[in-house]
């Protein structure tokens, strides 16, 4: 039977594509694609002339069918999103497990992914993390959520639309705090990429200061929780220090 790569684009840049992504793209016999018309571009500009076929969220179950003919009847199929990684918050979840449950060879080729590259520069605990995607879009449900993660002790990643951007930091800051140490990632990878690292409360001001800040697509990282040093116990223990200390001078 063929295989079925699962292939990273890029997230803005086009040089983030990799020599062997291109490669696949090129050798394979079609291409699963979450929005064929988005990747026919991305294929022209790297002069790829491989049939595109649509894989997207509303007929990923049904029409994996088709992608799993193909892959019995030999043919190598590549699976790409729009941007990024195949299901990293996109299409392919169904496909993947549909191939592997019959047995079909799933070969993944890595690249770009806007978490990952947010977390690899936000300067940020990056041991241990939790990625959480796209937070509910309504204010309630947000909050449900937030108020289940406020003492996760590992870093917090989430994607976010720019339009709700605003709402989502003042919600993350009544959560957890104004001043959990944060990173927004902002058009990573392209002409006005930015970084900014602040606190909570902060990077919320800064945000509603500048409406460019409000446009274009976005990460937001976050801190763990911590918990709190306990102050009065710390100086508990420096007062007995003390006292031994002083009882041994002259
Ligand atoms: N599969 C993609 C990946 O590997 O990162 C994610 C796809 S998801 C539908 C799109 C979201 O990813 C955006 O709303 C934004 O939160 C994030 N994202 C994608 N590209 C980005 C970029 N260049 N800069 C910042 N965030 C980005």
Redesign the pocket.
């Known amino acids: 039977g063929g295989v079925l790569y699962v292939v990273?684009t890029p997230?803005?840049n086009l040089e983030d594509i990799s020599a062997r992504a291109l490669r696949v793209l090129r050798e394979v016999a079609l291409i699963a694609a979450e929005d064929t018309r988005h990747s026919l571009r991305l294929l022209q500009h790297f002069g790829i002339t491989t049939p595109l076929a649509a894989c997207h969220e509303h007929n990923e179950r049904d029409e994996g069918g088709r992608f799993l003919e193909r892959l019995r009847g030999g043919d190598d199929v590549a699976l790409i999103?729009?941007?990024?990684?195949?299901l990293?918050?996109?299409p392919g979840y169904h496909l993947v497990r549909q191939a592997r449950a019959a047995g079909i060879r799933v070969v993944p080729v890595p690249g770009?992914?806007?978490?990952i590259a947010?977390l690899s520069a936000a300067g940020l605990p990056s041991d241990r993390f939790v990625f959480e995607g796209f937070l509910p879009a309504k204010a309630a449900g947000r909050q449900g959520r937030l108020q289940q993660l406020k003492e996760e002790p590992r870093t917090l990643i989430f994607?976010?639309?720019p339009h709700r951007l605003l709402d989502c930091l003042a919600d993350l800051e009544g959560a957890f705090g104004a001043e959990r140490p944060a990173l927004l990632?902002?058009?990573?990878?392209?002409t006005f990429e930015t970084l900014q690292g602040l606190p909570l409360g902060e990077l919320r001001r800064w945000v509603a200061a500048d409406s460019n800040q409000q446009r274009?697509?976005?990460?937001l990282v976050v801190a763990g929780w911590q918990a709190p040093q306990d102050e009065d116990a710390l100086d508990a223990q420096a007062l007995r220090v003390l006292d031994l200390l002083l009882a041994e001078l002259p």
């Open positions: 990273a997230i803005g999103s729009d941007a990024g990684t195949p990293i918050s996109d770009a992914c806007a978490l947010a994607y976010e639309a990632g902002r058009e990573l990878t392209k274009g697509e976005c990460v």
